[in-house]
Protein backbone atom coordinates (compact mmCIF):
# COMPACT_ATOMS: atom_id res chain seq x y z
CA UNK A 1 0.00 0.00 0.00
CA UNK A 2 1.38 3.21 -1.01
CA UNK A 3 1.00 5.24 1.90
CA UNK A 4 2.66 6.85 5.17
CA UNK A 5 2.29 6.76 9.05
CA UNK A 6 -0.42 9.07 10.23
CA UNK A 7 0.85 12.46 11.39
CA UNK A 8 -1.75 14.90 14.04
CA UNK A 9 -2.31 18.86 13.83
CA UNK A 10 -1.26 20.80 16.55
CA UNK A 11 -4.73 20.13 18.31
CA UNK A 12 -3.56 16.56 18.99
CA UNK A 13 -6.31 15.31 16.02
CA UNK A 14 -5.04 12.75 13.45
CA UNK A 15 -4.35 14.75 10.29
CA UNK A 16 -6.90 12.78 7.31
CA UNK A 17 -5.74 10.93 4.20
CA UNK A 18 -7.57 11.37 1.18
CA UNK A 19 -7.87 9.83 -2.36
CA UNK A 20 -8.44 12.68 -4.68
CA UNK A 21 -10.53 11.95 -7.63
CA UNK A 22 -10.31 14.14 -9.74
CA UNK A 23 -7.75 17.08 -11.12
CA UNK A 24 -9.16 18.74 -14.12
CA UNK A 25 -12.40 21.12 -14.14
CA UNK A 26 -13.58 22.15 -11.26
CA UNK A 27 -11.55 19.63 -9.23
CA UNK A 28 -8.28 22.01 -10.38
CA UNK A 29 -10.07 24.81 -8.13
CA UNK A 30 -9.97 21.92 -4.98
CA UNK A 31 -6.22 21.52 -5.80
CA UNK A 32 -5.22 25.32 -5.83
CA UNK A 33 -7.92 27.16 -3.63
CA UNK A 34 -9.38 24.68 -1.07
CA UNK A 35 -7.15 22.23 -0.09
CA UNK A 36 -4.09 24.09 0.78
CA UNK A 37 -6.26 25.38 3.78
CA UNK A 38 -6.55 22.25 5.57
CA UNK A 39 -2.64 21.14 5.05
CA UNK A 40 -2.98 20.70 8.89
CA UNK A 41 -6.18 18.46 9.20
CA UNK A 42 -5.62 16.68 5.65
CA UNK A 43 -3.12 15.13 3.15
CA UNK A 44 -4.02 14.21 -0.37
CA UNK A 45 -1.89 10.70 -0.49
CA UNK A 46 -3.78 9.97 -4.20
CA UNK A 47 -4.35 12.00 -6.69
CA UNK A 48 -7.08 10.20 -9.86
CA UNK A 49 -7.88 11.51 -13.13
CA UNK A 50 -8.21 10.07 -16.69
CA UNK A 51 -6.17 13.45 -17.97
CA UNK A 52 -2.19 12.74 -17.90
CA UNK A 53 -1.75 16.56 -17.85
CA UNK A 54 -4.27 17.40 -15.68
CA UNK A 55 -2.82 14.90 -13.23
CA UNK A 56 0.61 16.06 -13.60
CA UNK A 57 -0.74 19.48 -12.78
CA UNK A 58 -2.43 18.23 -9.64
CA UNK A 59 0.16 16.55 -8.46
CA UNK A 60 2.98 18.95 -9.13
CA UNK A 61 0.57 22.05 -7.27
CA UNK A 62 -0.28 18.96 -3.81
CA UNK A 63 3.68 18.01 -4.09
CA UNK A 64 2.87 13.95 -4.95
CA UNK A 65 5.22 11.76 -5.93
CA UNK A 66 4.86 9.46 -9.25
CA UNK A 67 3.53 6.30 -7.39
CA UNK A 68 0.75 8.52 -6.01
CA UNK A 69 -0.71 9.52 -9.08
CA UNK A 70 -3.21 7.17 -10.66
CA UNK A 71 -5.37 7.00 -14.16
CA UNK A 72 -6.62 4.53 -13.37
CA UNK A 73 -9.42 4.57 -10.24
CA UNK A 74 -9.99 1.00 -9.31
CA UNK A 75 -5.82 0.72 -8.82
CA UNK A 76 -5.77 3.83 -6.63
CA UNK A 77 -8.58 2.74 -4.02
CA UNK A 78 -6.26 -1.12 -3.88
CA UNK A 79 -3.27 0.31 -3.50
CA UNK A 80 -3.80 3.35 -1.41
CA UNK A 81 -4.13 3.64 2.40
CA UNK A 82 -6.60 6.68 3.40
CA UNK A 83 -9.64 7.32 5.54
CA UNK A 84 -11.53 9.13 2.89
CA UNK A 85 -12.21 10.44 -0.94
CA UNK A 86 -13.15 13.26 -2.01
CA UNK A 87 -14.75 13.43 -5.54
CA UNK A 88 -14.71 15.85 -8.12
CA UNK A 89 -15.75 14.27 -10.99
CA UNK A 90 -18.76 14.27 -13.40
CA UNK A 91 -21.98 12.59 -12.12
CA UNK A 92 -21.46 9.80 -14.76
CA UNK A 93 -18.69 7.69 -12.90
CA UNK A 94 -20.17 9.03 -9.36
CA UNK A 95 -21.69 5.56 -8.59
CA UNK A 96 -18.68 3.26 -9.42
CA UNK A 97 -16.24 5.87 -7.54
CA UNK A 98 -18.67 5.64 -4.22
CA UNK A 99 -18.62 1.83 -4.72
CA UNK A 100 -14.71 1.62 -4.87
CA UNK A 101 -15.13 3.48 -1.81
CA UNK A 102 -17.60 0.88 -0.06
CA UNK A 103 -15.44 -1.88 -0.43
CA UNK A 104 -12.84 0.35 1.53
CA UNK A 105 -14.50 1.19 3.80
CA UNK A 106 -13.54 5.36 3.29
CA UNK A 107 -15.83 8.15 3.72
CA UNK A 108 -16.39 9.98 1.25
CA UNK A 109 -17.28 13.33 0.26
CA UNK A 110 -18.07 14.45 -2.99
CA UNK A 111 -19.18 17.12 -4.90
CA UNK A 112 -23.50 17.58 -6.16
CA UNK A 113 -24.77 16.13 -7.85
CA UNK A 114 -25.40 12.72 -5.98
CA UNK A 115 -25.24 10.54 -9.43
CA UNK A 116 -26.63 11.19 -12.41
CA UNK A 117 -30.21 9.70 -12.04
CA UNK A 118 -32.28 8.79 -9.76
CA UNK A 119 -32.26 5.34 -9.68
CA UNK A 120 -28.37 5.72 -9.49
CA UNK A 121 -28.82 8.41 -6.39
CA UNK A 122 -30.54 5.67 -4.95
CA UNK A 123 -27.36 3.24 -5.64
CA UNK A 124 -25.12 5.21 -3.92
CA UNK A 125 -27.49 5.87 -1.09
CA UNK A 126 -27.70 1.65 -0.26
CA UNK A 127 -23.91 1.47 -0.84
CA UNK A 128 -23.44 4.35 1.56
CA UNK A 129 -25.74 2.05 4.46
CA UNK A 130 -24.91 -0.96 3.65
CA UNK A 131 -21.25 -0.18 4.21
CA UNK A 132 -22.09 2.06 6.77
CA UNK A 133 -20.14 5.23 5.01
CA UNK A 134 -20.03 8.61 5.95
CA UNK A 135 -20.96 10.39 2.91
CA UNK A 136 -22.16 14.12 2.19
CA UNK A 137 -22.56 16.04 -0.14
CA UNK A 138 -21.13 19.17 -1.06
CA UNK A 139 -24.01 22.01 -1.39
CA UNK A 140 -22.21 25.15 -1.11
CA UNK A 141 -25.41 27.13 -1.77
CA UNK A 142 -26.31 26.60 1.70
CA UNK A 143 -22.90 27.76 3.41
CA UNK A 144 -22.60 31.08 1.19
CA UNK A 145 -23.28 34.30 3.56
CA UNK A 146 -26.17 35.96 0.81
CA UNK A 147 -28.35 32.72 1.93
CA UNK A 148 -26.87 32.21 5.72
CA UNK A 149 -28.07 35.95 5.99
CA UNK A 150 -31.62 34.90 4.28
CA UNK A 151 -31.59 32.16 6.33
CA UNK A 152 -30.83 33.27 10.01
CA UNK A 153 -33.76 36.35 9.19
CA UNK A 154 -36.26 33.78 8.20
CA UNK A 155 -35.19 31.64 11.66
CA UNK A 156 -35.43 34.90 13.60
CA UNK A 157 -39.38 34.83 12.88
CA UNK A 158 -39.75 38.51 11.84
CA UNK A 159 -41.45 37.61 9.26
CA UNK A 160 -43.66 35.25 10.18
CA UNK A 161 -45.12 31.91 8.58
CA UNK A 162 -43.69 31.36 4.75
CA UNK A 163 -46.41 31.48 1.86
CA UNK A 164 -43.95 31.80 -1.39
CA UNK A 165 -40.42 31.18 -2.53
CA UNK A 166 -39.29 32.72 -5.82
CA UNK A 167 -35.76 31.93 -7.21
CA UNK A 168 -34.95 33.01 -10.53
CA UNK A 169 -31.72 32.13 -12.46
CA UNK A 170 -31.02 33.57 -15.63
CA UNK A 171 -27.30 33.82 -17.27
CA UNK A 172 -26.29 34.29 -20.47
CA UNK A 173 -24.26 30.95 -21.02
CA UNK A 174 -22.10 29.84 -24.19
CA UNK A 175 -20.28 26.64 -24.99
CA UNK A 176 -17.33 28.24 -23.38
CA UNK A 177 -18.46 29.58 -20.92
CA UNK A 178 -21.02 27.03 -18.98
CA UNK A 179 -18.53 24.89 -17.22
CA UNK A 180 -18.09 22.34 -19.11
CA UNK A 181 -18.88 21.24 -22.73
CA UNK A 182 -20.10 18.23 -21.35
CA UNK A 183 -23.10 20.30 -19.75
CA UNK A 184 -24.05 21.32 -23.21
CA UNK A 185 -25.06 17.55 -24.30
CA UNK A 186 -26.21 15.68 -21.82
CA UNK A 187 -29.79 15.91 -21.45
CA UNK A 188 -31.41 16.93 -18.85
CA UNK A 189 -28.40 18.15 -17.34
CA UNK A 190 -28.49 21.65 -16.29
CA UNK A 191 -31.48 20.64 -14.55
CA UNK A 192 -29.86 17.41 -12.24
CA UNK A 193 -26.16 19.31 -12.59
CA UNK A 194 -27.40 22.89 -12.42
CA UNK A 195 -30.87 23.29 -10.57
CA UNK A 196 -29.54 21.06 -8.14
CA UNK A 197 -28.30 24.01 -6.15
CA UNK A 198 -31.65 25.78 -6.25
CA UNK A 199 -33.60 22.70 -5.56
CA UNK A 200 -31.78 22.76 -2.69
CA UNK A 201 -32.34 26.23 -1.77
CA UNK A 202 -35.70 25.71 -1.91
CA UNK A 203 -35.79 22.80 0.33
CA UNK A 204 -33.32 24.72 2.87
CA UNK A 205 -34.67 28.19 2.98
CA UNK A 206 -38.48 26.66 3.04
CA UNK A 207 -37.16 24.23 5.33
CA UNK A 208 -39.36 20.96 3.81
CA UNK A 209 -39.25 18.80 1.58
CA UNK A 210 -41.04 18.71 -1.66
CA UNK A 211 -44.35 17.09 -1.74
CA UNK A 212 -44.66 17.69 -5.98
CA UNK A 213 -43.45 19.34 -8.96
CA UNK A 214 -44.86 19.98 -11.70
CA UNK A 215 -43.33 21.98 -14.58
CA UNK A 216 -41.00 21.97 -18.11
CA UNK A 217 -38.00 22.76 -20.03
CA UNK A 218 -37.25 23.53 -23.27
CA UNK A 219 -34.55 25.09 -25.55
CA UNK A 220 -34.72 27.60 -28.34
CA UNK A 221 -33.23 26.94 -31.67
CA UNK A 222 -30.83 30.00 -31.31
CA UNK A 223 -29.09 28.82 -27.99
CA UNK A 224 -25.98 26.71 -28.34
CA UNK A 225 -26.76 24.15 -26.10
CA UNK A 226 -28.14 20.79 -27.54
CA UNK A 227 -30.42 20.09 -24.41
CA UNK A 228 -33.31 21.80 -22.53
CA UNK A 229 -31.71 25.58 -20.91
CA UNK A 230 -34.62 27.13 -19.88
CA UNK A 231 -37.40 25.69 -17.19
CA UNK A 232 -40.19 26.79 -15.18
CA UNK A 233 -41.39 24.86 -11.95
CA UNK A 234 -43.77 25.26 -9.55
CA UNK A 235 -43.12 23.17 -6.28
CA UNK A 236 -45.32 22.52 -3.25
CA UNK A 237 -43.74 21.96 -0.33
CA UNK A 238 -44.71 19.71 2.31
CA UNK A 239 -45.07 22.56 4.95
CA UNK A 240 -47.61 24.14 2.14
CA UNK A 241 -45.05 27.06 1.14
CA UNK A 242 -45.23 27.20 -2.44
CA UNK A 243 -42.35 27.24 -4.72
CA UNK A 244 -41.39 28.56 -7.96
CA UNK A 245 -38.03 28.45 -10.01
CA UNK A 246 -37.05 30.15 -12.99
CA UNK A 247 -33.99 28.93 -14.97
CA UNK A 248 -32.64 30.58 -18.16
CA UNK A 249 -29.25 29.27 -19.73
CA UNK A 250 -29.41 32.09 -22.62
CA UNK A 251 -30.32 35.29 -20.70
CA UNK A 252 -29.24 37.78 -22.97
CA UNK A 253 -31.12 40.47 -20.85
CA UNK A 254 -30.65 41.03 -17.08
CA UNK A 255 -28.51 38.45 -15.37
CA UNK A 256 -28.85 36.50 -11.64
CA UNK A 257 -26.08 34.22 -12.21
CA UNK A 258 -24.61 31.66 -9.96
CA UNK A 259 -23.92 33.72 -6.32
CA UNK A 260 -26.29 36.09 -8.13
CA UNK A 261 -29.58 34.51 -7.92
CA UNK A 262 -32.76 36.60 -7.53
CA UNK A 263 -35.04 35.08 -4.83
CA UNK A 264 -38.26 37.16 -3.20
CA UNK A 265 -39.81 35.29 -0.58
CA UNK A 266 -43.25 36.33 1.09
CA UNK A 267 -44.61 35.51 4.43
CA UNK A 268 -47.23 36.96 6.84
CA UNK A 269 -45.23 39.77 7.88
CA UNK A 270 -44.07 41.35 5.16
CA UNK A 271 -41.96 40.44 2.06
CA UNK A 272 -37.84 39.56 1.68
CA UNK A 273 -35.83 39.53 -1.22
CA UNK A 274 -32.37 39.14 -2.42
CA UNK A 275 -31.18 40.52 -5.77
CA UNK A 276 -27.73 40.18 -7.83
CA UNK A 277 -26.01 42.65 -5.24
CA UNK A 278 -26.14 40.23 -2.41
CA UNK A 279 -28.11 42.17 -0.01
CA UNK A 280 -31.36 40.96 1.65
CA UNK A 281 -33.77 43.28 2.17
CA UNK A 282 -36.98 43.29 3.53
CA UNK A 283 -40.43 44.89 2.54
CA UNK A 284 -43.23 45.97 4.99
CA UNK A 285 -46.49 47.32 3.53
CA UNK A 286 -47.82 50.20 5.98
CA UNK A 287 -50.77 50.93 4.16
CA UNK A 288 -51.60 53.40 2.07
CA UNK A 289 -49.31 52.53 -0.71
CA UNK A 290 -46.52 53.05 1.40
CA UNK A 291 -43.64 50.81 2.31
CA UNK A 292 -40.43 50.28 4.88
CA UNK A 293 -37.67 48.35 3.26
CA UNK A 294 -34.49 47.48 5.49
CA UNK A 295 -31.46 46.13 4.81
CA UNK A 296 -30.06 43.07 6.72
CA UNK A 297 -26.66 43.05 8.03
CA UNK A 298 -24.57 40.37 6.70
CA UNK A 299 -24.13 37.55 8.87
CA UNK A 300 -20.44 37.18 10.00
CA UNK A 301 -18.81 33.60 9.88
CA UNK A 302 -15.37 32.67 9.85
CA UNK A 303 -15.37 30.47 6.71
CA UNK A 304 -18.31 29.97 4.03
CA UNK A 305 -18.79 27.98 1.29
CA UNK A 306 -16.59 24.87 -0.01
CA UNK A 307 -14.69 25.63 3.34
CA UNK A 308 -17.29 25.57 5.84
CA UNK A 309 -18.45 22.05 4.20
CA UNK A 310 -14.77 20.58 3.97
CA UNK A 311 -14.85 22.10 7.74
CA UNK A 312 -17.94 20.33 8.62
CA UNK A 313 -16.80 17.09 6.94
CA UNK A 314 -13.59 16.58 8.81
CA UNK A 315 -14.98 17.28 12.22
CA UNK A 316 -17.93 14.78 11.45
CA UNK A 317 -15.18 11.94 10.98
CA UNK A 318 -13.53 13.48 14.06
CA UNK A 319 -16.48 12.61 15.97
CA UNK A 320 -18.44 15.85 15.55
CA UNK A 321 -21.96 16.60 14.29
CA UNK A 322 -23.04 15.60 11.38
CA UNK A 323 -23.30 18.30 8.48
CA UNK A 324 -26.82 19.15 7.10
CA UNK A 325 -25.90 17.73 3.52
CA UNK A 326 -25.37 14.53 4.19
CA UNK A 327 -26.49 11.81 2.08
CA UNK A 328 -29.62 10.46 3.74
CA UNK A 329 -30.76 14.73 3.62
CA UNK A 330 -29.35 14.85 0.35
CA UNK A 331 -31.84 12.32 -1.73
CA UNK A 332 -34.18 14.26 -0.78
CA UNK A 333 -32.57 16.83 -3.04
CA UNK A 334 -31.98 14.39 -5.36
CA UNK A 335 -35.34 13.37 -5.59
CA UNK A 336 -36.80 17.26 -6.70
CA UNK A 337 -34.15 16.94 -9.12
CA UNK A 338 -34.67 14.18 -11.17
CA UNK A 339 -38.96 14.58 -10.29
CA UNK A 340 -38.60 18.02 -11.97
CA UNK A 341 -36.65 15.94 -14.91
CA UNK A 342 -39.83 13.62 -14.84
CA UNK A 343 -42.28 16.04 -14.82
CA UNK A 344 -41.21 18.21 -17.43
CA UNK A 345 -40.85 14.76 -19.37
CA UNK A 346 -44.34 13.48 -18.80
CA UNK A 347 -46.10 17.04 -18.71
CA UNK A 348 -47.46 15.78 -15.32
CA UNK A 349 -47.50 16.77 -11.75
CA UNK A 350 -44.59 14.12 -10.12
CA UNK A 351 -45.32 13.36 -6.48
CA UNK A 352 -42.09 13.96 -4.98
CA UNK A 353 -43.14 12.20 -1.83
CA UNK A 354 -44.37 9.11 -3.42
CA UNK A 355 -40.77 8.74 -5.25
CA UNK A 356 -39.07 8.50 -2.02
CA UNK A 357 -41.24 6.27 -0.17
CA UNK A 358 -41.71 3.74 -3.09
CA UNK A 359 -37.46 4.05 -2.83
CA UNK A 360 -37.78 3.18 0.95
CA UNK A 361 -36.35 6.19 2.56
CA UNK A 362 -38.22 7.18 5.70
Known amino acids: MVGRKQESDRSGAVRKRAIMVGAGGFAGVWIREFLPVFEERLEVVALVDQDPLALGRGAGVLGLRPEQTFIDMARAFGSVDAD ?4 AIPPG ?8 AAERHLAVLCEKPLADSWNNSLAVLRLAEQADLKLSVVQNYRYSRR ?3 LKWLLHSGALGE ?24 IPDAMLYEGAVHHFDQLRNL ?5 AWISGRSWNRAWSTFAND ?16 YEMNNIARGQQHGWHQEGVRIEAEGGSVVLDADG ?18 PQV ?31 IRTAALAFGAVEASRTGTVVDVADMLARAGVG
Open 229 to 244: CCAEFMIGLENGVIAH
Open 84 to 87: FAIL
Open 300 to 330: EIERDEHFLVISEFLDWLDGGPVPSTEVHDN
Open 147 to 149: IMT
Open 206 to 210: GEADA
Open 279 to 296: TVRTIRHLGQGHERVADV
Open 93 to 100: PRLRAVAL
Open 162 to 185: LNTIAVRFAVDFRVDTAGGAFRHG
